[in-house]
């Protein structure tokens, strides 16, 4: 074989796949010709004798851990198709507990993380729907929020495209309750016993662990295009909200139908939602690919600079109520298949209180990495229901923490300890830090004098909420309302504005790019035409492919405008703005322009070409040319001067126009700027900036920039960074 006939390096099976799902049972495929394993020695070093391949999985058939043959693996075993989720299903069990003790001490998933302290002030208008104190008028309750990527590993990069955890730990004084939620309001799957599987999908591939904290690879796409019921989630994270701006600028919900009892003991079903007072905003695909390189650890720094510097996220916690019918529906929608969300104009969210972040941990270790949260913690008036991904959370989490932390008294741990009183009568046990006294943990007891003794209603005891289990046989199956894995794909995607769409289309077309194997984007290709035409034919366009029919025809739901992020204003609090100069600044103007960007909340930064003070004066610099990108701003005021001294390597400028003065640009400015234009970012200046302008090509009446005198230039800045963008730039060039 020639070298041009070679196969390109990179196939991820020793075998091509095919479009179709394989229903003929046959051994596993062997390695690659290019992998070896180690040597099969024996612990002492003697060689064994045992030929290759002797240490891997055997048969066609999935097993048990014992070798017992399983015929499925996708369905928890339940009393009936709605009702919970049996604890004698050895299988989930099983399988569970292995993946939850998969890696030690990393995290399986949400491994890279940022954390903050802060306090969550109840409104009380919640109290007639839940009896949880924390949620009573003005109580205000200690918080630890910890964001997270979801694939990557502890050393990977912030601005990937992924979903995003959102995990919350109120610190209230009837025990904590955890809120473990996500930025995306649907999962990837609807029963927990596939968590394992998304994951291993999701995860860089195990021969050569790579690529890293993506999702741009066969095994995902071959998992969600084989799993139909994960098409909504991914076009939520292939749309914009798959590469957020920053934690701060992020929505979080709690993704399953949560019960509530008031003190009247009436229930209701709801969904949680955090909605970020500064507006839910993104990066561009561009810009998040420069910042992965130029500063991995983006998102966290933002977040810790933001809290440094007084501009203090917040988000108010709201509700979606829904009644506690019997079939628990809403609107058509299954409240317990947690691949589904409620549009907002069909259950508006009401906001319950107000959270504020207002602390940078002291140690990340101590903090941030060592928190342990579990959907299992739960206080008075919230319980769970019968969705199946959280049910088997519920034993998943507890489980992870027992591994990761060493033992059962994670909760020890200074991060994790209740703000509460702990009677728990649990004893010893690894890290043991307490030291109990009394001779009977155990009750009833006389020898401690009774204590501990139980708790009543009235004494703020967690009561489990009675429901009836509807009668049924014990089955792995689904009921019929789960079926429906495309109809909220379509809503969503018809909710997105042009631009929106267009960034989708692009992210599908890359990361299915990024698949070795032509049969997993054709099998993808077919989800995407029951979702929507223009999105399979613009993805199937970028890929040179033929767009295929659908096979179901897509339906014509009410667009949720919610769903969008464009459209709206925002304030402006903690955006960065930089302010580029030079040797001939005006120094007054840009002290002057500095001074009323932080009056307005907002964080200057002033950029010049060299480390130290600006010009003559004693301000600091805080950035240099080669020290910043325009990826670290959301908006860019140049305060050059065409009068300066030639750089190193700059070139000179050509006036564009009669009375734009000659003069050199440094071609970091003009990378710098190019790249702010392209990201449609807000552009504002004075002395030399409509020569940088003309020199980067820049047309000086386009959209977002803003010339003049430096006072009505921050001001007008600021009123355009209340959109986030300057979208019509964005839709002048994509039309």
């Known amino acids: 074989m020639s070298p041009s006939q070679k196969p390109i390096p990179g196939a991820p099976s020793a075998e091509p796949p095919q479009v179709q799902e394989q229903t003929v049972p046959h051994s596993p495929l062997p390695p690659k010709p290019d992998q070896h394993g180690p040597e099969l020695v024996s612990p002492t070093g003697t060689p064994t004798g045992e030929p290759e391949g002797s240490r891997s999985q055997s048969g066609a058939y999935l097993t048990t851990a014992q070798g017992t043959r399983i015929s499925d693996t996708d369905h928890s075993l339940k009393a009936g198709t709605r009702g919970p989720t049996l604890l004698q299903d050895h299988h989930l069990r099983e399988k569970i507990t292995h993946f939850d003790h998969e890696r030690i001490p990393e995290r399986v998933v949400h491994a890279r993380g ?77 029963d927990g016993i596939k968590f394992p599987d998304v994951v291993h999908a999701a995860k860089p591939h195990p021969d050569r662990e ?79 690919q420069i910042i992965n390189g130029m500063d991995p650890d983006y998102h966290r720094r933002d977040l810790a600079d933001a809290i440094e510097s007084g501009a203090f996220p917040e988000w108010e916690l709201g509700l979606q109520v829904f009644p506690d019918s019997e079939d628990e529906m809403f609107e058509g929608i299954d409240l317990l298949d947690p691949t589904k969300f409620i549009p907002e104009e069909l259950a508006p969210v009401q906001a319950v209180g107000l959270m504020t972040l207002n602390a940078n941990p002291v140690n990340y270790f101590a903090e941030t990495e060592q928190v342990a949260f579990h959907p299992g913690h739960l206080v008075p008036g919230i319980d769970v229901t019968n969705d199946p991904l959280l049910q088997a959370r519920l034993f998943s989490y507890l489980d992870t923490q027992i591994s990761r932390l060493g033992g059962p008294n994670f909760a020890q741990l200074p991060i994790n300890r209740p703000q509460a009183p702990i009677n728990d009568m649990f004893r010893d046990g690894m890290y043991q830090q307490a030291d109990h006294a009394g001779v009977a943990p155990y009750r009833p007891n006389s020898l401690d004098g009774g204590c501990p003794f139980h708790a009543g209603v009235a004494d703020a005891a967690f009561i489990d909420i009675p429901q009836e289990v509807a009668a049924g046989i014990n089955v792995r199956q689904a009921p019929a309302t789960f079926d429906d894995h495309y109809s909220q794909a379509t809503l969503l995607y018809r909710s997105l504005t042009a631009v929106e769409q267009r960034h989708t289309i692009d992210a599908y077309t890359f990361e299915l790019g990024k698949c070795y194997e032509t049969a997993i984007r054709e099998r993808q290709l077919k989800s995407l035409a029951n979702i929507d035409a223009g999105l399979c034919a613009g993805v199937a366009a970028g890929l040179g492919l033929p767009a295929p029919e659908p096979e179901q025809q897509p339906g014509n739901p009410q667009p949720s405008p919610a769903v969008s992020q464009i459209g709206r204003k925002w304030p402006t609090d903690g955006r960065v703005i930089g302010i580029l100069t030079d040797d001939g600044t005006d120094t007054d103007k840009v002290i002057t322009a500095r001074d009323a960007i932080a009056a307005a909340g907002m964080v200057p930064l002033i950029i010049a070409p060299a480390a130290g003070t600006l010009g003559n004066t004693e301000e600091p610099v805080q950035r240099t040319y080669l020290t910043a990108r325009s990826t670290e701003f959301d908006a860019i005021l140049l305060a050059t001067s065409a009068s300066a001294e030639p750089a190193a390597g700059a070139v000179p400028v050509e006036p564009a126009t009669a009375g734009i003065p000659r003069g050199p640009v440094d071609p970091r400015i003009l990378l710098m700027v190019t790249e702010a234009f392209r990201h449609a970012k807000a552009i504002g200046g004075w002395g030399s900036a409509a020569a940088i302008l003309a020199a980067a090509g820049i047309d000086g009446a386009a959209e977002g920039l803003v010339l003049g005198e430096s006072d009505d230039v921050v001001t007008a800045v600021g009123e355009l960074l209340t959109e986030h963008r300057v979208w019509n730039r964005f839709r002048v060039s994509e039309e």
């Open 114 to 190: 940022a954390g903050a302290h802060g306090v969550f002030r109840s409104y009380g208008s919640a109290a007639n729907i839940t009896r949880a104190g924390f949620l009573a008028a003005d109580v205000e309750t200690p918080v630890f929020v910890r964001f997270s990527n979801v694939v990557g590993s502890r050393g990977s990069a912030d601005t990937v495209r992924d979903t995003r955890g959102f995990a919350t730990k109120f610190y209230t004084d009837e025990g904590t309750f955890d809120l473990v939620g996500n930025n995306i309001p649907v999962f990837f799957i609807q």
């Open 210 to 288: 790579i690529p890293q904290a993506q999702s741009a690879h066969d095994t995902f796409w071959d998992f969600v295009s084989l799993h139909t019921e994960a098409q909504a989630h991914t076009l939520w994270f292939m749309a914009d909200r798959g590469i957020p701006r920053s934690y701060r600028m992020m929505e979080g919900f709690g993704v399953h139908t949560f019960r509530l009892i008031n003190a009247e003991g009436t229930t209701s079903l709801v969904k949680f939602h955090w909605k970020p007072r500064l507006g839910v905003h993104s990066l561009v695909w561009e810009e998040a």
